[in-house]
Nanobody, 128 residues
Framework: QVRLVESGGGLVQAGGSLTLSCAAS????????MGWFRQTPGKDRDREFV??????????SYADSVKGRCTISRDNAENTIFLQIHSLEPEDAGIYYC???????????????????WGQGTQVTVSS
């Protein structure tokens, strides 16, 4: 079992930046492709894909809504992944979740159904 703990959320002004972190409890974390999803207010309970990264960081993918403003990265030595978001918009507000999966193919995935492990989420609020 892998435990994922997100941190770094908070209140940010529109146009600002923030970096989210997700620490994993297991050393085999480095074997897992990972992803970030968010649940935004006013929408249904589905978690919206934000970004994903392959097990070794060699492949990344992004939702169109954050492409060019967002960078996902990982430090396998520290069992941690990161999500940097720049030029934050009010629409970026929500609860951000990191997720992990054991299947290595495809190297990245934007489907929440493909992820077995989830953190508790960290709240991001964007003031306009």
């Amino acid at each position: 079992q892998v435990r994922l703990v997100e941190s770094g959320g908070g209140l940010v002004q529109a146009g600002g930046s923030l970096t989210l972190s997700c620490a994993a409890s297991k050393r085999t974390f480095s074997d897992y492709p990972m992803g970030w999803f968010r649940q935004t207010p006013g929408k249904d309970r589905d978690r919206e894909f934000v970004a994903a990264i392959s097990w070794n960081g060699g492949a990344t993918s992004y939702a169109d809504s954050v492409k060019g403003r967002c960078t996902i990265s990982r430090d396998n030595a520290e069992n941690t992944i990161f999500l940097q978001i720049h030029s934050l918009e009010p629409e970026d507000a929500g609860i951000y979740y990191c997720a992990g999966r054991t299947a290595l193919r495809p190297p990245t995935s934007g489907s929440a159904a493909n992820y077995e492990y989830w953190g508790q989420g960290t709240q991001v609020t964007v003031s306009s």
